[in-house]
């Protein structure tokens, strides 16, 4: 409060990914590592976006290359992680939650965490909690979400309203709802 001090709660796999990862926001001097999780048994996802160029022409993206786990995250490092959370809770203003692992259970995100997010989220109303999940947003409770347009109309079991998805979202997790729109901006409910 005053002086910006984030704190993370991160697995990061002891891999070629999670080292270059480490050593960017180490030069970041407003980002703590202290609650960063080192796991010798995960993997850092990574999502990258290959571009060939060639001269004369604009610059064509390739498909992009995934690594990710495939395996539930250990129980023990979910703990830590939970722990971490709670302890960390007073010290946040606002929460951003990425869950870009498209595979259940096996990224930071697990159902354990959704649950201790809404338990934090219900108890502590003024506190602002964004999440940002590719394929998990309609599970998140005492939330802001910010889906997509498909991934809102997904989380409301909707195929082409999206303001309709929106407000059945809205009522479902009791925040507001922020759907980006590409090109055409976004809407907010």
Same mark, same amino acid.
């Given at each position: +409060?005053?002086?910006? +001090?984030?704190?993370?709660?991160?697995?990061?796999g002891d891999d &070629?990914? &999670?080292?270059? =990862? +480490?050593?960017? =926001?180490?030069?970041? $001097?407003?980002?703590?590592?202290? !609650? @960063?999780?080192?796991?010798?048994?995960?993997?850092? /996802?990574?999502?990258?976006? $290959?571009?060939?160029?060639?001269?004369? %022409?604009? /610059?064509?993206?390739?498909?992009?290359?995934?690594?990710? !786990?495939?395996?539930?995250? $250990?129980?023990?490092?979910?703990?830590?992680?939970?722990?971490?959370?709670?302890?960390?809770?007073?010290?946040?203003?606002?929460?951003? @939650?990425?869950?870009q692992v498209s595979e259940p259970g096996?990224? @930071?995100?697990?159902?354990?965490?959704?649950?201790?997010?809404?338990?934090?989220?219900?108890?502590?109303? &003024?506190?602002?909690?964004?999440?940002?999940?590719? %394929?998990?947003? &309609?599970?998140?409770?005492?939330?802001? =979400?910010? /889906? !997509?347009?498909?991934?809102?109309? +997904?989380?409301?079991?909707?195929?082409? !309203?999206?303001?309709?998805?929106?407000?059945?979202?809205?009522?479902?997790?009791?925040? /507001?709802?922020?759907?980006?729109?590409?090109?055409?901006?976004? =809407? @907010?409910?």
């Open positions: +409060r005053g002086n910006i +001090r984030p704190i993370r709660e991160r697995m990061i &070629g990914e &999670g080292y270059e =990862l +480490r050593q960017a =926001l180490q030069q970041m $001097p407003s980002v703590s590592l202290a !609650n @960063v999780v080192l796991c010798s048994e995960r993997r850092t /996802p990574t999502y990258t976006k $290959p571009m060939l160029g060639r001269a004369g %022409e604009l /610059p064509r993206e390739l498909n992009r290359l995934d690594i990710k !786990n495939r395996q539930w995250l $250990p129980e023990p490092v979910e703990a830590k992680i939970l722990d971490m959370l709670s302890a960390s809770w007073p010290a946040f203003d606002v929460l951003l @939650v990425l869950d096996c990224g @930071v995100v697990t159902a354990r965490v959704r649950d201790r997010l809404a338990e934090l989220g219900a108890r502590d109303v &003024g506190k602002i909690v964004i999440v940002d999940s590719r %394929e998990q947003i &309609g599970l998140f409770r005492n939330a802001w =979400l910010k /889906p !997509n347009e498909r991934e809102c109309l +997904r989380a409301a079991g909707q195929t082409d !309203n999206v303001r309709g998805a929106m407000k059945l979202l809205v009522q479902r997790v009791g925040r /507001p709802i922020i759907c980006t729109q590409s090109e055409k901006g976004m =809407l @907010v409910a």
